[in-house]
């Protein structure tokens, strides 16, 4: 018999829906009570991960080149990570005449406050910036922004478009 652990395999929080989940969390506590939809969603992340592409604070995580590709991948991972924090009543839905929307729980902000990490201190006054700067802004203005940064951000925004029938 030997000592060593057995492991199933290795699950990381990098890029999953927990850190994702934890995104969309930290946005809507910034935007609370606002409910925000999954698009609204969607591009607030972005906005949260790439900060310095719209010309606000460092960006959490590094200009890979074609990064705009995320956007692709992003609505899948966004949905997930708010499924999760549904579940465990982090986040609620919202039924309005437009559709389904999430919004923070009240409690939020208290356990928010016990998140002490650098990264997510960081990740908090990002938000606070994102949704100062984009939070009231319609769907379509926030396409447009993306749309008018296609050649610095990398076309595949387009090719969304595209996939989408919005072009």
Sequence with gaps: ?????????????????????????ILLSEAHPQAFDTQ??????????HSGDAGGPPSLH?????????????????????????TKGLIELVFEAD??????????QSLLGCLKA??????????????SAFGDRS?????AVFDRNLGKWGGEFHFEALLRGTE
């Design 118 to 131: 650098t990264y997510t201190e960081r990740m908090r006054s990002t938000a606070e910036w994102v949704i």
């Design 62 to 86: 590094p200009a890979t080149p074609h990064r705009s590709g995320e956007a692709l991948v992003r609505r899948d991972l966004v949905e997930r990570g708010l499924k999760l924090m549904v």
């Design 139 to 143: 769907i379509e203005d926030l396409r």
């Design 40 to 49: 609204r969603l969607v591009f607030c992340d972005y906005l949260l991960v």
């Design 99 to 108: 559709g389904l929307k999430y919004r923070a729980a009240e409690h939020v």
């Design 1 to 25: 018999m030997t000592d060593t652990p057995v492991r199933s395999h290795a699950i990381s929080p990098f890029n999953s829906a927990l850190e994702a989940g934890l995104r969309s969390l």
